[in-house]
């Protein structure tokens, strides 16, 4: 568990950094817009190109990227009925429940356990989440939080983002299989360093951004943990119903693979949530977003921690 924990420790260390800069003053309202900015133009687009087009696709894996693809808007749209239902506050809901935060967490904790020669049985989960996160997500949470208002937006501005074209030509370098990661080009290689330097900006600063919007006031503790155990509550039931009745038919259960399974259902939201619905939600919903993101955080390694000692082999 020692990567694991040391994981744990530089998100603790961003997130303190980003409430120590709130509190004495080095960054302010201002100074953290733009740093929103930096992150959505420059950081994430760099993050997702690398990822896609550093991306093996494989016919087998399209039953489980079916699977995570559809708990993922389920959990969607679950948000949506228990917020309409209820009479909830949180019109954050949706975008708590659901997104798996795949990386950033899930990878490190079991490589920590199993290592690499085992992590497939986990990465071959996260392709669903991300097609997800950056082709439906990515748009059907800011409709719903406009109330469809900004449909029209949404669809104008879907060539001007950054996000879009980072997927866009990352998805290209993928399927025409140009390797650009190992290219002797000097050119290519040069653009190659330049977004993995800038992808590696996206985890320091979003999460200087969560601490900085963190909040200690007890309500918002409280939701925060309300909101943890309704998500972990859906997702694990969710997704084990679709595991056992789909996922077991095409993959060998192994100690592996539940392993997996079970980190990736215990995942909190991606960190990027709090950022990409930073134009569209009060101060008051960005608090209760990023409290339980950070909770959730905690939560998520204390839960695979007791599962390999007690459950695994």
């Known amino acids: 568990m020692t990567a694991s924990l040391s994981g744990f420790l530089k998100i603790a260390v961003f997130i303190l950094l980003g409430l120590t800069f709130r509190k004495s003053g080095i960054l302010n309202e201002k100074d953290v817009s733009g740093l929103k900015k930096i992150i959505l133009n420059v950081a994430i687009p760099s993050v997702l190109f690398i990822s896609f087009a550093n991306l093996e696709f494989s016919l087998k894996f399209i039953p489980v990227i079916l699977v995570i693809f559809g708990l993922n808007l389920s959990l969607f749209w679950l948000g949506v009925l228990i917020y309409k239902l209820t009479g909830s506050k949180h019109r954050v809901l949706p975008l708590l429940l659901s997104t798996f935060n795949f990386a950033l967490i899930g990878i490190p904790l079991y490589d920590s356990i199993y290592g690499i020669e085992y992590l497939h049985n986990y990465t071959m989960l996260g392709v669903g989440n991300e097609i997800f996160v950056w082709f439906v997500f990515y748009f059907m949470f800011r409709w719903f939080l406009t109330k469809g208002k900004a449909e029209k937006g949404i669809n104008t501005g879907f060539f001007k983002s950054p996000i879009v ?149």
């Open 165 to 313: 074209w980072g997927i866009f030509f990352g998805c290209l370098a993928s399927i025409f299989n140009l390797n650009i990661s190992s290219s002797s080009n000097f050119f290519i290689k040069g653009i190659y360093e330049t977004l993995t330097a800038a992808s590696g900006l996206t985890t320091p600063l979003i999460l200087i951004f969560i601490g900085f919007h963190v909040s200690a006031r007890i309500s918002h503790i409280v939701n925060s943990a309300k909101l943890v155990v309704l998500r972990l509550v859906l997702a694990c039931s969710i997704g084990y119903l679709l595991k056992i009745t789909v996922l077991n038919r095409v993959i060998e259960s192994t100690v592996y693979s539940d392993s997996a399974f079970f980190l990736f259902s215990t995942l909190p939201a991606i960190f990027s949530v709090p950022i990409l619905a930073a134009d569209y939600i009060t101060e008051d919903e960005t608090a209760v977003l990023n409290n339980t993101i950070v909770l959730h955080s905690i939560v998520t390694i204390v839960l695979f921690a007791l599962y390999t000692i007690f459950l695994s082999p």
